[in-house]
């Protein structure tokens, strides 16, 4: 008979790499680890794990073995969350990823007071701009403008202007661009990701394309940020990483009789599971947290 135990040992040194990790993480001693390991393949009748005294290495029955035992875990945490959802309580793993920059500029007093209103749930947050899949185990994803890819459900959060922007010192050195062709003689500061680095903006009903020449690329909308506050180029930035200085007078925005392409802040959630009260109650919260609209994007 197969233990929950032993499935989550098993589960954990994998994920771990090692014993005696499994064990501080789940809090036990080395040799209970173990043993429960041990236990599991007694059960399963094979061995799931090679043990050498540098690495553990899964057998082809540990890699099949692997993701129906995350599976039952998943499902026996997702069935005990749901039971004490029906009670009115919101309680246990809640795991999330977050772009860099939205997370580090925003996202911190928004999940704080979550956590204060829900002090049962166990949150995880991730902060990557890298496009991840249903299959990677998160419980919902935070993404700036780009839809993820088949298999999950988008939720909108909050609207996002991308605008032009720089420092007076660039501005006084250089000129002030009034229009897109004006626009590709000076120095850029590009926002890249999978090689998508085009500045797009709509003029009287049409799409205009402006490459101009990049003086850096970088896929963090805060070390672009910083390198036009430095006087380094012009940027097209989110809203939400530059109202505060646009305020304070340390960036101006651009007016070049086009408006950039805009984005969408939104929340996303796989669509081949329930979908838990926690995700829900977090969408919730982030809406009413930014406010309608953000306040990023209210003047004064």
């Not at 197969?2 to 501080?24: H, N, P, Q, W, Y």
């Not at 009034?178 to 998508?196: D, F, K, M, Q």
């Not at 796989?270 to 609209?293: E, Q, Y």
């Given at each position: 008979?197969?233990?929950?135990?032993?499935?989550?040992?098993?589960?954990?040194?994998?994920?771990?790499?090692?014993?005696?990790e499994a064990g501080r993480r789940l809090q036990i001693s080395k040799s209970i680890a173990s043993e429960r390991v041990a236990e599991l393949e007694r059960n399963v009748g094979a061995t799931l794990i090679?043990?050498?005294?540098?690495?553990?290495?899964?057998?082809?029955?540990?890699?099949?073995?692997?993701?129906?035992?995350?599976?039952?875990?998943?499902?026996?945490?997702?069935?005990?969350?749901?039971?004490?959802?029906?009670?009115?309580?919101?309680?246990?793993?809640?795991?999330?990823?977050?772009?860099?920059?939205?997370?580090?500029?925003?996202?911190?007093?928004?999940?704080?007071?979550?956590?204060?209103?829900?002090?049962?749930?166990?949150?995880?947050?991730?902060?990557?701009?890298?496009?991840?899949?249903?299959?990677?185990?998160?419980?919902?994803?935070?993404?700036?403008?780009?839809?993820?890819?088949?298999?999950?459900?988008?939720?909108?959060?909050?609207?996002?202007?991308?605008?032009?922007?720089?420092?007076?010192?660039?501005?006084?050195?250089?000129?002030?661009?009034?229009?897109?062709?004006?626009?590709?003689?000076?120095?850029?500061?590009?926002?890249?990701?999978?090689?998508?680095?085009?500045?797009?903006?709509?003029?009287?009903?049409?799409?205009?394309?402006?490459?101009?020449?990049?003086?850096?690329?970088?896929?963090?909308?805060?070390?672009?940020?910083?390198?036009?506050?430095?006087?380094?180029?012009?940027?097209?930035?989110?809203?939400?990483?530059?109202?505060?200085?646009?305020?304070?007078?340390?960036?101006?925005?651009?007016?070049?009789?086009?408006?950039?392409?805009?984005?969408?802040?939104?929340?996303?959630?796989?669509?081949?599971?329930?979908?838990?009260?926690?995700?829900?109650?977090?969408?919730?919260?982030?809406?009413?947290?930014?406010?309608?609209?953000?306040?990023?994007?209210?003047?004064?």
């Amino acid at each position: 008979m197969l233990k929950l135990d032993a499935l989550l040992a098993f589960v954990t040194t994998v994920e771990a790499g090692s014993i005696s990790e499994a064990g501080r993480r789940l809090q036990i001693s080395k040799s209970i680890a173990s043993e429960r390991v041990a236990e599991l393949e007694r059960n399963v009748g094979a061995t799931l794990i090679r043990r050498s005294t540098r690495k553990l290495v899964l057998t082809e029955d540990g890699v099949a073995f692997l993701e129906r035992a995350k599976r039952i875990l998943r499902e026996v945490t997702e069935a005990t969350a749901e039971v004490s959802e029906r009670r009115g309580e919101l309680v246990g793993p809640l795991r999330i990823s977050v772009p860099v920059s939205f997370g580090v500029l925003h996202l911190g007093p928004a999940l704080n007071s979550f956590l204060e209103a829900n002090p049962r749930i166990e949150l995880s947050v991730e902060l990557d701009d890298r496009f991840v899949g249903a299959t990677d185990g998160f419980d919902a994803i935070l993404r700036h403008s780009t839809l993820p890819e088949d298999g999950w459900i988008a939720r909108r959060i909050a609207p996002s202007r991308r605008i032009l922007v720089a420092s007076p010192h660039y501005l006084k050195a250089n000129g002030t661009p009034r229009t897109t062709v004006e626009l590709e003689g000076h120095r850029a500061l590009i926002y890249s990701i999978r090689g998508a680095s085009d500045w797009r903006f709509r003029q009287n009903g049409r799409w205009t394309v402006v490459r101009p020449v990049a003086a850096m690329r970088t896929n963090n909308g805060i070390v672009l940020r910083d390198a036009a506050l430095h006087g380094v180029g012009i940027a097209l930035l989110a809203t939400f990483i530059v109202y505060d200085l646009l305020k304070a007078g340390e960036l101006r925005a651009l007016n070049i009789g086009a408006e950039a392409e805009p984005a969408t802040i939104f929340a996303a959630y796989p669509n081949d599971r329930r979908v838990s009260a926690k995700v829900l109650a977090l969408i919730a919260h982030l809406r009413a947290t930014f406010g309608t609209p953000p306040y990023w994007e209210q003047d004064g």
